[in-house]
């Protein structure tokens, strides 16, 4: 009898274990590292990029010997949703989102709005706001498809780690979707989504040209809604005014000949605006400091070199704000600095329409320090 009763306690407890029965290893789920959203003839287009995480793991004290596996798929839909469900048709096993790292907007999808894609990533519970976010113009799917040099693992490209390139080489500031969505939904700011090509012409293995991802220009949003895109040629001068630039060439030139070429770095931005009964003015205020990398020509002394370059840099700010002004955007942020510094008067110019925006709004003065020459003394 007190066998009996034994087991029937057990019988009960059973429930109450804990246990992994319904664990899964890591090759029966397909795990999504980057997403894409377009829409093309009033049809929502889903794409995703997969990897052997299984394979990615077994790489990481050497370089792997063969290239590393992608899987793209695409998916049409009515909705995004409807897209997505469209994948899942022939996806095999569970696909996973949960190692989510990137998201790709194509522009066709901006230039209808982001109402349907805040929608979906705000609502899927394993959509975090932590991936990097991008626009593109060309086809999503290809994108995916660029795999990094010496057959590593798609993570290590601009698509998975923009920051590594960014340090380098301070362009174009890559976002989190965190980001782009809190910038997007600031009074009175312009936010910039990096735009995502491909370069087939600059890299080659063996005789076969290899092509690479690269940051091409940017996205302009205002007031939540896409407005146009810039290539890199037409913002330099964003850089300038980006408080996140770690290093940035600048070539200066002397009747039509390179002279000298300087790394600028870490820019100091301070906007003060100054209201009037007709109009707004707004005072700028850049110090970013630096070092020489090449003198070309015969060497300058130190103090007209950065007076040089201080002139450079407010060129290609004010050809910036400028080219904004074209199209009736502010791609200085004066809007919001008054926004932030100002509010009533902000209120003010808000209620009257918005600020009439001149080249004439806009003074500046910026100061640079070169600190070295680098290992030649200068």
């Not at 949703?81 to 990137?102: E, V």
């Not at 408080?243 to 003060?272: D, M, W, Y």
């Amino acid at each position: 009898m007190r066998r009996v009763g034994k087991i029937a306690m057990i019988w009960l407890l059973l429930p109450l274990l804990a246990g992994c029965w319904d664990i899964k290893d890591i090759q029966e789920i397909n795990y999504v590292t980057s997403i894409g959203f377009d829409l093309d003839n009033n049809r929502y287009r889903a794409y995703v990029q997969m990897l052997d995480f299984s394979s990615v793991a077994k790489t990481e004290s050497s370089k792997p010997t063969q290239p590393m596996p992608v899987w793209v798929g695409v998916g049409t839909g009515e909705t995004l949703i409807g897209a997505f469900n469209d994948l899942y048709k022939t996806s095999q096993m569970r696909t996973s989102f949960g190692q989510l790292n990137t998201v790709v907007i194509g522009e066709g999808l901006m230039k209808t709005g982001m109402k349907d894609v805040k929608e979906l990533l705000s609502r899927y519970y394993e959509f975090r706001y932590t991936p990097w976010v991008f626009g593109s113009r060309q086809p999503i799917d290809e994108l995916f498809e660029i795999t990094p040099f010496f057959n590593l693992s798609p993570l290590m490209s601009v698509l998975n780690q923009p920051l590594e390139v960014y340090k380098q080489q301070s362009l174009i500031a890559p976002l989190t979707l965190r980001e782009f969505i809190s910038e997007t939904r600031e009074p009175g700011n312009s936010t910039f989504l990096p735009s995502l090509s491909i370069s087939s012409h600059t890299w080659r293995n063996g005789n076969q040209q290899k092509p690479m991802l690269k940051i091409d220009g940017v996205f302009v949003f205002q007031r939540e809604h896409f407005q146009k895109w810039f290539d890199w040629e037409s913002v330099q001068g964003l850089r300038w005014v980006e408080p996140k630039t770690e290093r940035s060439p600048l070539l200066l030139r002397s009747e039509g000949k390179p002279q000298a070429s300087v790394s600028l770095e870490k820019p100091k931005i301070n906007i003060v605006p100054q209201a009037g009964e007709d109009q707004v003015t707004f005072h700028m205020n850049v110090k970013i400091s630096g070092y020489i990398s090449e003198i070309l020509q015969q060497p300058i002394p130190e103090t007209v070199l950065e007076l040089r370059v201080a002139e450079e840099v407010k060129k290609q700010i004010k050809d910036t704000y400028e080219e904004g002004l074209k199209k009736n955007l502010d791609l200085m942020h004066l809007e919001h600095a008054l926004y932030r510094l100002d509010n009533r008067e902000w209120k003010k110019w808000r209620d009257r329409g918005g600020l009439n925006l001149t080249p004439d709004s806009l003074n500046m003065r910026v100061e640079v320090k070169l600190n070295h020459s680098g290992k030649i003394k200068y």
